[in-house]
């Protein structure tokens, strides 16, 4: 059985992602409790499956290590991983809070050796690399994986398989007899920072998501480039593998529009700018890029990163949304849709489509179980009917990284002041 | 100039957009435009050469003020309402509703190109259905067909016979409806009265002249 300790004077933080993970550490280093609770096996959330952030384009191992540095370092922060809150009830100071934690199969004295791995014959999606790829039945989720401790799929549970895997194992870590548990505990004020997904790209049926191989999304487009990705880091198209040197991207796949997202996402036409940098690296003067787009928001100081890939000779701007895909023989998408700029018509193939989708909340407001005021999009709102739940990073908006870890910041000093008036008996 | 140009060309002097947003259908839609061009790219009727201005652009000549060149473009004519902008629009703009409402207000104007065969097409319909309340299909098609003369038209409904013979087979046209009015529907009266009716409410909504 987990054992967690936390009190009215704990502050919950529910996500592990970038968000999460600086609300745990910012409210901890002022010597608050904190508990952490992640539904992946891992912490870092999206941010992890990223190959590099702009505008520096450093690798998020870099950001991360030193906030697994803090997180390690810091005695009053108990993480759980693999846990889902179900249920909160009570109110600001007051929260009791159910979380239901998934087994699995491995105990804390893993030591990452990956016997396991070597045991284990069945394959399962790499829900890390967006489904590109397959795993064994028992991985590490990622290289930098937090807590660095393996994984067992339930698939394998009960098989001989799994009794094969458990054999390999010389530190006894494998238990196989881990069962679903629900824990319940107490807290002052909650972090919410569930984060966000992509806009489900197969919704926007004309660009034909899900239906043409060469028409991904930006998100695994990431995965494309790192080399800890499925292809070795090589910019491959999936149908046939052909490296991908003519690359079209398509702003605004979903976002800004009535029919989808109505919000803009606002980290996309900076990562489609960041990502046509991938292809410029992989290769060079023989790479093109084209980036479809309705008006670039290179929010606030990025310009200077727009003006930069606008130089290169690589890489072209069409002002226009893509009104429709069809398929070549050769696989190839082509492109149709008007040049807004001189009513150009067009129709142009490239080798790989990467449909730039907007984020939207993975929980939404009215998916959260205690009444949280949300906006249009599923948003969690800053106001004080939410009592001490506050939002944080893309649960609150699209925001990029830089802006989640803000965000964050702002969440932690609200929850850190409900807990201190908690301690003074004010609340 | 008609005397309705003159009215709307004093009431609004040069706020163009705010003439359409007022008098055209669904005018008030077009401040929503983004200019994205998705509606020109899904128009079907976008790849012949008579679409010189396609929607995204009469918009923003709308915005522009270029009254004379949205009112006598022949572009909302060729709109063929197949709806794929409409639904295909991030704004929700009902794009297709807007070329009807375009072309309907240039043409109350008398500023619609003359000779343009939707126009006369649309035209011939409406009086046809409206003066017994049903359409008498063999009288709209010998309009149709016989607009630019006598031989033409025989050219024309020659080259259609199998169309035609068809239709008749199937009993969904009476070569008897060329004699006489044709079939009519039982209370004309009240249809033209409905119609009358209809066209106050509009001037009213207007503030046109009735």
């Known amino acids: 059985m987990t054992s967690v300790v936390a009190t009215n004077q704990t502050i919950l933080v529910v996500g ?124 590490l989720p990622n290289d930098m994986a937090y807590p660095q401790r393996y994984v067992i799929d339930p698939s394998v549970v ?38 966000w997904q992509p806009y489900d790209a197969a919704k926007i049926t004309p660009y034909r998501y899900g239906e043409f191989k060469n028409v991904i999304t930006n998100v695994e487009f990431e995965r494309l480039a790192d080399p800890h ?17 003519n690359v079209a991207f398509i702003q605004c796949a979903g976002s800004r ?26 290769f060079g003067a023989d790479g093109k890029s084209t980036i479809y787009y309705i008006d670039i928001r290179a929010i606030d100081r990025f310009e200077d990163f727009y003006q930069q890939v ?6 072209s701007f069409v002002k226009s949304k893509v009104a429709r895909i069809t398929e070549d023989k050769n696989g190839d998408p082509r492109l149709w849709g008007v040049n807004t700029e001189g009513y150009i018509r067009y129709a142009e193939p490239h080798d790989l489509v990467v449909l730039a989708v907007g984020m939207e909340p993975s929980v939404k407001n009215v998916a959260i179980p205690i009444e949280v005021l949300g906006d249009s999009s599923g948003f ?18 699209a925001l990029d990284v830089n802006r989640a870890v803000q965000s964050a910041t702002a969440a932690a000093l609200g929850a850190v002041q409900v807990v201190s008036k908690v301690a003074r008996g004010e609340a | 100039m008609s005397d309705m140009n003159q009215q709307m060309t004093a009431r609004y002097k040069n706020n163009f957009l705010k003439e359409i947003e007022e008098q055209a259908e669904m005018g008030d839609w077009v401040k929503m435009c983004m200019q994205c061009g998705v509606c020109s790219g899904s128009c079907p009727t976008n790849f012949h050469s008579a679409w010189d201005h396609p929607p995204q652009e009469l918009f923003m000549m709308i915005r522009a003020g270029k009254r004379d060149e949205v009112l006598e473009s022949g572009s909302m004519w060729n709109c063929v309402s197949c709806y794929n902008c409409y639904v295909r629009c991030p704004r929700k703009v009902p794009i297709t509703h807007i070329m009807h409402g375009l072309a309907e207000y240039a043409y109350r104007l008398g500023k619609a190109p003359k000779q343009q065969p939707t126009q006369f097409l649309s035209k011939t319909f ?20 016989f607009k630019n003369g006598l031989m033409d038209g025989i050219k024309q409904a020659m080259a259609m016979q199998s169309v035609a013979l068809g239709l008749v087979k199937a009993k969904r046209l009476n070569p008897m409806e060329a004699v006489g009015g044709g079939h009519k529907c039982k209370d004309i009266k009240g249809i033209h009265a409905m119609l009358a009716k209809a066209r106050e409410l509009e001037a009213q909504r207007k503030g046109r002249a009735a």
Not at chain 1, 269 to 274: D, G, V
């Open chain 1, 158 to 195: 009960g098989t001989a398989e799994g009794q094969a895997i458990k054999a390999a194992c010389k530190y006894s870590a494998v238990d196989l007899d881990m069962k679903e548990e629900v824990v319940t505990l107490n807290a002052g004020a909650i972090v919410w920072a569930t984060g």
């Open chain 2, 126 to 145: 409406w009086d046809n259905a409206t003066k017994t309340g049903r359409v008498n299909e063999v009288k709209l098609t010998q309009t149709l067909y």
């Open chain 1, 257 to 282: 529009d009535e029919n989808h997202l109505r919000h803009c996402s606002r980290f996309c036409c900076m990562a489609s700018l960041k990502q046509t940098r991938y292809v410029d690296e992989a």
């Open chain 1, 16 to 139: 592990g992602g970038i968000s999460g993970m600086t609300a745990a550490l910012e409210a901890a280093e002022t010597g608050k409790q904190v508990v952490l609770v992640e539904k992946n096996p891992y912490l870092g959330g999206r941010t992890v499956q990223l190959y590099r952030y702009f505008p520096k384009m450093c690798h998020p191992t870099c950001g991360l290590e030193i906030n697994l540095r803090r997180l390690k370092a810091n005695p009053r922060i108990q993480v759980l991983t693999m846990a889902e809150v179900t249920g909160i009830s009570g109110a600001k100071g007051d929260y009791s809070v159910s979380v239901k934690l998934a087994p699995r199969f491995v105990n804390e004295n893993c030591t990452a050796c990956g016997e396991c791995n070597k045991a284990a014959t069945t394959e399962i999606d790499d829900a890390f690399n967006y489904n590109l790829g397959k795993v064994k039945a028992a991985y």
């Open chain 1, 380 to 397: 969690v709102m800053a106001d004080p009917a939410n009592g001490g739940i506050f939002g944080a990073g893309c649960a609150t908006n």
């Open chain 1, 229 to 245: 990705g499925p292809t070795g880091g090589k910019i491959l198209r999936p149908s046939d593998g052909k490296e991908a040197r």
């Open chain 1, 310 to 315: 606008q130089a290169n000779p690589n890489v």
